[in-house]
């Protein structure tokens, strides 16, 4: 999948700051970050749509989301805690408009945080 | 708040079976409906979706019928073969947000050969 990349691929992080790149080819104006724990389904934690923050979910402050243009989203993370290990996936769609109902999400290959 | 359902945690079959996954949802109006499937190492891949009553969606034998009357969007595939093997995600789309969607808890599916 080259229409969604994502870096890096895998990490592994004491306590450091680091952030997660994404980059999709697509030209949709929604983009998203989930958060997938293992044998759990991924769960929302930002979306933007035209580069506007619109959902924030119950996300712990440490997470901090960027939008630099439609096409690009990154996902800073300072201070992880063990239950920060997951794999993060950027996805984007394609949306209508407020209101209507939502398009098929396309998502990356994810990013697996390991936090020692 | 919306949700959706699905009661198989894991679903265990030989090739040719039927298979079907149970997928309920709650929510106002006319929700969308999708499901997805993830394959090991990999994110979740659209199948197909609807958004209407009676609507089917399908996708590589695959087929779901949106049913407002039972709030259910079930998956069927009359012959599985062992690359089904997969989780499969129901999920429901925000019709108040228009832009959110809310994944079931997924179908861990093992195919034998």
Known sequence: ?116 | GDSVTQTEGQVALSEEDFLTIHCNYSASGYPALFWYVQYPGEGPQFLFRASRDKEKGSSRGFEATYDKGTTSFHLRKASVQESDSAVYYCALGDANSGTYQRFGTGTKLQVVP
């Open chain 1, 1 to 116: 999948n080259t229409k969604i990349t994502q870096s890096p691929r895998y990490l592994i992080l004491g306590r450091a700051n680091k952030s997660l790149e994404c980059e999709q080819h697509l030209g949709h104006n929604a983009m998203y970050w989930y958060k997938q724990s293992a044998e759990k389904p991924p769960e929302l934690m930002f979306l933007y749509n035209l580069k506007q923050l619109i959902r924030n979910e119950t996300v712990p402050s440490r997470f901090i989301p960027e939008c630099p243009d439609s096409s690009k989203l990154l996902l800073h993370i300072s201070a992880v805690d063990p239950e920060d290990s997951a794999v993060y996936f950027c996805a984007s769609s394609q949306e209508r408009g407020l209101g209507e109902n939502t398009g098929q999400l396309y998502f990356g290959e994810g990013s697996k945080l390991t936090v020692l």
